[in-house]
Every structure is written in structure tokens, then in C-alpha cells.
Nanobody
């Protein structure tokens, strides 16, 4: 089992920045690829970004490319999501997830463990 706890969400104006953190406990953190997903009201959960075990590979949804950056610190068992140039359409609950697959991917069903989420609200 891997327990994931997100933090760092909040209310920010459009154009602002937030950094989300996801602290992991349980199994060896560096054995897992990590991903961030989000779910806006009335919409399905969608992929945002993912990072490989070592941090050497990342992938982003087109909607956040160039604005969001995922990173991880395996010594601290933590993955981060730096969000810049935020837009009202980025408003959602953000979830981190852990995955044991060999390669990073954007498939929600492939992630094994999920956090409870943290709310991000971007005002216009």
C-alpha cells in the first residue's frame, strides 16, 4: 500500500502560481511512477502530467504544457506540481497517483494508488 497526501491547493487569481505537493508513505516511493490528475465540477477526471521513477522522463497534457512542471524528490518521498500562468479553466480538484507500470502513461485506470485531492480555484 502507498498512502498519498496532497497539499498546496487554494484560491489564486488568473495568471498566478501555485505549487502542489504530494507526500507518499508506505512502500518505496522510488519504485513508482507518479502522476497528477484533475477533476472539474461536472467533468470526468483527466490526466495532467506524469513523471518516471527517477524523474528523468515526464509527459504533459497539451492543456498545461509550458505552464505546469512536475518534479519529484525521492529522498523526501514527495512529488510536486508547479503551476504557473493559471487560468480559470484550471479550477479543479487535483489528485496525485502512483503507478507501478514500466513506462509513464496517462491512463487513469493504470494508476494503483490515489490521494484524496486538493482543491485549486482560479478566479478571473
Amino acid at each position: 500500500q502507498v498512502q498519498l497526501i496532497e497539499s498546496g491547493g487554494g484560491l489564486v487569481q488568473a495568471g498566478g502560481s501555485l505549487r502542489l505537493s504530494c507526500a507518499a508513505s508506505g512502500r518505496t516511493f522510488s519504485n513508482y511512477n507518479m502522476g497528477w490528475f484533475r477533476q472539474a465540477p461536472g467533468k470526468e477526471r483527466e490526466f495532467v502530467t506524469a513523471i518516471s521513477r527517477s524523474g528523468g522522463s515526464t509527459v504533459y497534457a497539451d492543456s498545461v504544457k509550458g505552464r505546469f512542471t512536475i518534479s519529484r524528490d525521492n529522498a523526501k518521498n514527495t512529488v510536486y506540481l508547479q503551476m504557473n500562468m493559471l487560468k480559470p479553466e484550471d479550477t479543479a480538484v487535483y489528485y496525485c497517483a502512483a503507478d507501478r507500470a514500466i513506462l509513464i502513461h496517462n491512463s487513469i485506470s493504470g494508476y494503483d494508488y490515489w490521494g484524496q485531492g486538493t482543491q485549486v480555484t482560479v478566479s478571473s
